[in-house]
């Protein structure tokens, strides 16, 4: 029997879907017919064991990766990508389960940017290369896997059904599906949105332009994660990637109907160069707040966006709390 369900690997997705047939399988089936990703994603976070590779030890519960026992510096968003990544031990992982992962619905970015953004930092973290990978490999058009070397882990078997279990499990059933018809009856409020345009390179340096391009999407998946459930960010509308000259901020706003839009841009400043951004309130176009950050050579575009981040979010969240 088990060999059977076995070939049928290609519909694991149907077993993923309905976790109550899975868990009465058993467990040679469902060591064979469940993806690493669909058994490990719901563990991350929920007390997954370190995993020690090469030189690095990575929690997964808090994102702390450790290299020889010193810390090395990873975001939140690349550090749930390498423990999704370590949770699938050497399968492939699709880009649209990443994408579900780490961009729930609502959250508007360019997807394909932000995810190679985060691979390119779980890169630099780790000091790997995509050309001749010690950790991730690139599989194209596809996903990812990670290649280290892990310690072995048992799958912990699900527990046997018990009727009082299944008792409770009906009830909260019901209990859910009243809510949900009461909820088709009650208006939900719209998510505000936040546009943020495409950082123009005003230096006059065209070395520039990556840094600006780096520094736009930095700030939007940043933005998005610090967010999440409160603003929608958009940052991959068309009109949003226009050159400043072509931008009218008023189109931006009916079109995508936000009232709030960030206009940023590079500037020489002295020997340096700086970045100014600006959030606007519209229709009044209003500036509720302007960030200027000198920029030091060697400073990271995830570094700017992160302080832009700080200087704006206290009057995003002010200025929407006084419009209630």
Request: net charge positive; with cysteine.
């Amino acid at each position: 029997m088990c060999s059977s369900v076995c070939r049928m690997r290609s519909r694991q997705s149907s077993l993923s879907i309905f976790p109550s047939i899975a868990a009465n399988l058993p467990s040679c089936l469902t060591d064979c017919a469940l993806p690493p990703l669909s058994i490990w994603q719901s563990k991350v976070g929920s007390g997954m064991p370190i995993a020690r590779f090469g030189l690095f030890a990575f929690n997964p519960d808090t994102g702390e990766l450790l290299r020889e026992g010193r810390p090395v510096r990873i975001q939140a968003q690349p550090a749930k990508l390498l423990a999704l990544l370590i949770a699938a031990r050497g399968e492939l992982v699709t880009r649209e389960s990443l994408r579900a992962a780490l961009w729930p619905d609502g959250t508007n970015v360019d997807f394909d940017r932000g995810l190679n953004f985060a691979v390119a930092q779980v890169r630099t973290a780790l000091n790997d290369s995509a050309e001749s990978p010690a950790f991730i490999r690139t599989i194209p058009k596809r996903g990812y896997q990670f290649i280290a070397p892990l310690p072995e882990a048992a799958v912990p078997a699900p527990p046997p059904p018990r009727r009082s279990f299944l008792l409770f499990a009906v009830v909260m059933a019901v209990a859910v599906a009243a809510f949900g018809v009461a909820a088709i009856w009650k208006p939900q409020p719209a998510v505000v949105q936040v546009a943020i345009a495409h950082f123009e390179n005003e230096t006059g340096r065209p070395e520039f332009d990556r840094f600006a391009d780096t520094l736009t999407d930095s700030l939007v998946a940043g933005l998005a994660e610090q967010t999440a459930g409160r603003f929608g960010i958009i940052g991959n509308a068309a009109l949003l990637r226009r050159a400043r000259k072509f931008q009218d901020i008023d189109e931006i706003a009916n079109t995508l109907h936000t009232p709030y839009i960030i206009l940023g841009q590079l500037q020489k400043d002295g020997a340096g160069f700086r970045v100014l951004a600006h959030l606007i309130g519209m229709p009044s176009r209003k500036h509720l707040k302007v960030s200027r950050r000198a920029i030091s050579p060697g400073a990271s575009e995830t570094q700017a966006a992160e302080q832009i981040i700080a200087d704006i979010l206290p009057s995003l969240n002010s200025s929407q709390a006084a419009s209630h």
